[in-house]
């Protein structure tokens, strides 16, 4: 089938007779939509005795008992004729709600925007468990520091330890500071006009990373919370650097314009996931360890539109 950028199936078909190419003969189904996805008609293709197919605005079912031809997306039922949904938004009291009316489909932006599921972060708990997890990290390192501080506090120490204990202070405060950024990102997820979800990694090589969706939906791939943060420090990238874009093959590209600066967003997303779980590919004591010298690979995700 063929898809628009919205996710609208605009034409169904098949390779009957096996030749690698299609023909009008082998055309199943054509559709054409207004905006708010009510199906034009026309003169279009359409097989006769196939079965009408049933996904075709957004890719969601239509569900046409009773002749009420509603969308299912999950969350709520959608109405293409009115153009609205029939259910009240979930989040209607998110900040980023309140000032729309909780049935508008979209915020009345169907050529722009899509809503998968009628969701923000497409499962709210996501967000919670991350900020639970995050927020559990930075008290145990804010711990830890007011340890080391009584030790100085207490006196008697070699310049030697006085030294290495005072640094410990100052990577403790780095640290909290990454993760105060990755709270940061997660409330910016949750206040973008994209849906997204938290995923294991797509591939069998266990690879993590930020895809667009076929549904829409930005998946952050990872196969731990550490691994998600330090995807998710590139949706803060992005989103700070005035949105995501998306590469030919829906991964997303790094925010940077330069080599430079996309090498620098990386070491920056590693930094934040050393400080939360202490993993970092090559090996690494502190954040110090954590540079462009270990770092050599070039950055993957920086990639020319």
């Not at 925007?113 to 923000?120: A, R």
């Not at 559990?136 to 501080?149: C, F, L």
């Not at 004591?285 to 920086?302: A, C, H, P, W």
Request: proline share 4%.
């Amino acid at each position: 089938m063929l898809k628009d950028h919205l996710g609208n199936t605009r034409l169904v078909f098949s390779d009957k007779n096996g030749s690698g190419s299609i023909d009008n003969s082998e055309i199943i189904s054509e559709t054409h939509y207004y905006p708010f996805g009510k199906v034009i008609n026309g003169a279009w293709f359409k097989d006769p005795v196939l079965p009408k197919f049933r996904y075709p605005y957004n890719g969601k079912e239509l569900n046409e008992e009773f002749g009420l031809n509603f969308y299912d997306y999950g969350a709520r039922w959608y109405d293409a004729g009115m153009g609205s949904w029939w259910e009240v938004d979930p989040l209607a009291d998110h900040p980023k709600q309140v000032e729309t009316s909780p049935y508008a489909f979209v915020n009345n932006n169907p050529l722009r925007y899509i809503d998968p599921t009628g969701m923000i972060w497409e499962d709210p708990k996501q967000a919670d468990r991350l900020n639970k997890s995050i927020n559990n990290r930075i008290e145990s390192i804010d711990n830890n520091s007011v340890k080391i501080q009584a030790q100085i506090d207490k006196g008697g120490l070699s310049d030697k330890k006085l030294a290495r204990l005072e640094n410990r202070l100052a990577e403790n405060s780095q640290k909290v500071e990454l993760l105060n950024q990755s709270l940061a990102d997660v409330e910016a997820i949750g206040k973008a006009t994209e849906t997204y979800r938290l995923t294991g990694p797509s591939t069998s090589d266990g690879t993590h990373g930020v895809v667009k969706g076929a549904d829409g939906v930005i998946q952050i791939e990872g196969s731990n919370i550490g691994l998600h943060i330090h995807e998710i420090r590139h949706v803060g990238q992005s989103i700070e650097a005035g949105g995501v874009r998306f590469n030919k093959d829906s991964k997303l590209l790094n925010a940077a314009t330069t080599l430079e600066g996309a090498r620098n967003n990386e070491l920056n997303a590693y930094q934040t996931q050393y400080s939360f779980d202490g993993s970092y590919p090559a090996g690494a004591g502190s954040l110090k360890d954590i540079n462009g010298t270990t770092r050599l690979r070039t950055v993957e995700r920086f990639t020319k539109n």
